[in-house]
């Protein structure tokens, strides 16, 4: 996001690399826990999918029961 004023800004210190370093490990961090909440959610939709496969499923065998008593 700021990245690209960080070069000037730390010109004039010595330890700017560190700084920048610092900076950029952070920024990594950030984005990977960015990344696991995506994955979380992703999961939790995931099963939510299969759930949901798996009630139509139930539902759609015990309509096939009730038809086949029916006959």
Avoid: N
Wanted: glycine fraction near 2%.
């Amino acid at each position: 996001m700021y990245s690209h004023f960080l070069p000037l800004f730390f010109h004039d210190f010595p330890e700017r690399h560190c700084i920048y370093a610092a900076f950029i490990s952070y920024q990594l961090s950030v984005i990977s826990y960015q990344l696991s909440v995506i994955s979380y959610q992703l999961s939790v939709i995931s099963h939510q999918v299969s759930a949901s496969a798996a009630i139509r499923t139930e539902h759609l065998s015990c309509i096939k029961a009730w038809l086949s008593c029916g006959s």
